[in-house]
């Protein structure tokens, strides 16, 4: 069995993916393909290992960033490049299960100490990692926009402003995101998606297997799935996409990166959502 976990960049013709397939993690990238090729878009794997990896970045320089179980965070600054497949590593002190950021000097990992179980965050400011300390919480999610801005999501939610962590209680989060200082949207254990303010958890609808969310274009999306690409907005919650089964969701001024389990997909309009790479991973093993 294959499936994509997760993809990130600004457009399916810019984007990098992680997946699963024969009993390896996979990570590849794609861009659109060369003026008389006959295939619309050029895929490469870039690394393939039986490590379990468990998220993945791409920068808007193009560098990669994975984590993964082994607590070492991955970095491709060239994935199209004569040494595409030439990673640096960097081992940090336990196991790493997401990362996100703004830039190659504010990229944010999460993982949990395995001497106390512990859940730790990570921050990178282009030169070392250096520890945040974060409040007592399991982490599941988190937002950046700035080293002074940073959001996380697991058994509540909480805000980093540069000098402490405001912390909002909220059932278990799945999935969130700040668009704005004073907007974070989340996704509850159960499908429930609404926002979190100073005053709680405002619910604003639920969908059977919701675990993703992105405000773009001042609508909400959600990715729930087998059960479809979501938006809600202007008093109304419908489905966009049945047949896009979206496990992630990535905004972009210029763009909605949409992971889905089967395929990569984007929208750069709300209107019109291009996919590719189904099957790619299929029959891949080491």
């Known amino acids: 069995m294959s499936e994509f976990l997760w993809a990130s960049g600004d457009s399916l013709f810019e984007a990098a993916f992680l997946g ?96 106390d179980g512990t859940h730790v965050l990570r921050l990178f400011n282009g030169a070392r990692w250096n520890p945040l300390g974060g409040p007592e919480i399991a982490i599941e999610t988190t937002d950046i926009s700035a080293p002074d801005r940073i959001w996380i999501g697991g058994d509540g939610v909480a805000r980093w402003d540069g000098q402490g962590w405001e912390v909002l209680q909220t059932p278990p989060v799945l999935d969130l995101h700040a668009p704005t200082d004073d907007q974070v949207v989340v996704v509850l254990e159960d499908g429930t998606f609404g926002r979190v303010t100073p005053s709680g958890f405002a619910a604003l609808g639920q969908i059977d297997g919701a675990c993703a969310i992105a405000v773009w274009r001042g609508r909400i999306w959600i990715g729930a799935g087998e059960n479809g690409l979501w938006r809600a907005g202007g008093g109304e919650t419908v489905c966009v996409r049945e047949d896009r089964h979206c496990v992630s969701l990535e905004p972009h001024p210029t763009g909605l990166m949409i992971g889905c389990s089967d395929l990569v997909s984007s929208t750069a309009d709300g209107e019109r959502f291009p996919g590719g790479c189904r099957g790619y991973l299929d029959g891949l093993s080491l």
Not at 28 to 52: E, W
């Open 20 to 115: 699963v397939a024969g009993g390896a993690h996979w990570v590849g990238v794609v861009r659109r393909a060369a003026a008389g090729s006959p295939m619309p878009l050029d895929i490469g794997i870039r690394l393939g290992t039986r490590t379990v990896l468990t998220d993945l970045w791409k920068a808007p320089d193009g560098t990669l960033w994975v984590v993964g179980e082994d607590g070492n965070v991955r970095v491709s600054g060239d994935p199209w490049g004569k040494h595409a497949d030439q990673w640096e590593q960097r081992a940090l002190d336990c196991p790493l299960y997401g990362i996100n950021g703004v830039d190659r000097t504010c990229v944010l990992a999460h993982g949990i100490r395995e001497s």
